[in-house]
T-cell receptor, first 115, second 116 residues
Framework: AQKITQTQPGMFVQEKEAVTLDCTYD???????LFWYKQPSSGEMIFLIY??????QNATEGRYSLNFQKARKSANLVISASQLGDSAMYFC????????????FGTGTRLQVFP | EPEVTQTPSHQVTQMGQEVILRCVPISNHLYFYWYRQILGQKVEFLVSFYNNEISEKSEIFDDQFSVERPDGSNFTLKIRSTKLEDSAMYFCASSSTGGQWNSPLHFGNGTRLTVT
């Protein structure tokens, strides 16, 4: 069975600092994608970044990067130069190739950025 | 940038009433999904839909739930007889590919359903 684990219910970071949000996953399928979504207090789900299981390089999108360690089954999100607007809930999610195409979510990490 | 739109943004209904939540997926997407999120909790998969039929549904998606794509643009979730525990944020999502691992789901802004 596939599973996503986010062990940090909450994180604090000072503005302009970097922060790492942890995510570990479990699947026996060799083909899968890992995604991070941001959910601000307004409630919408915003796609941030994607990493494929066969990708050799870590994904980057602006201030977001994904620290993908396949052997450890981890896909941590790194936010550099945090901004006040980064305060939100962050969800790690996985999509597995095969007979199911749904996205499986972790429980989320609430990030608060303070001045 | 194309987006998934959901209406209404907030729906209040009485227990036992039927509700229909509406979604317009991104126009060239073929795979559609409903998720729900009870306040402060995990985002839970309800159902996926492709080629005018359900491709997968969760245990939550029981007989009181149904989905429909009545025309070429809308995708609806119907709850036949709402219960208090159906109160949640309901998200519609769409994807350009399914059964693949390398494309994200694009989510709408959600409909907050409150059952009183």
């Amino acid at each position: 069975a596939q599973k996503i684990t986010q062990t940090q219910p909450g994180m604090f970071v000072q503005e302009k600092e970097a922060v790492t949000l942890d995510c570990t996953y479990d699947t026996s399928d060799p083909s899968y994608g890992l995604f991070w979504y941001k959910q601000p207090s307004s409630g919408e789900m915003i796609f941030l970044i994607y990493q494929g299981s066969y990708d050799q390089q870590n994904a980057t999108e602006g201030r977001y990067s994904l620290n993908f360690q396949k052997a450890r089954k981890s896909a941590n999100l790194v936010i550099s130069a945090s901004q006040l607007g980064d305060s939100a809930m962050y969800f790690c999610a996985m999509r597995v190739f095969g007979d199911t195409d749904k996205l499986i979510f972790g429980t989320g990490t609430r990030l608060q950025v303070f001045p | 940038e194309p987006e998934v739109t959901q209406t209404p943004s907030h729906q209040v209904t009485q227990m036992g009433q039927e509700v229909i939540l509406r979604c317009v997926p991104i126009s060239n997407h073929l795979y559609f999904y409903w998720y729900r999120q009870i306040l402060g909790q995990k985002v839970e998969f309800l159902v996926s839909f492709y080629n005018n039929e359900i491709s997968e549904k969760s245990e939550i998606f029981d007989d009181q739930f149904s989905v429909e794509r009545p025309d070429g643009s809308n995708f609806t979730l119907k709850i036949r007889s709402t219960k208090l525990e159906d109160s949640a944020m309901y998200f519609c999502a769409s994807s350009s590919t399914g059964g693949q691992w390398n494309s994200p789901l694009h989510f709408g802004n959600g409909t907050r359903l409150t059952v009183t």
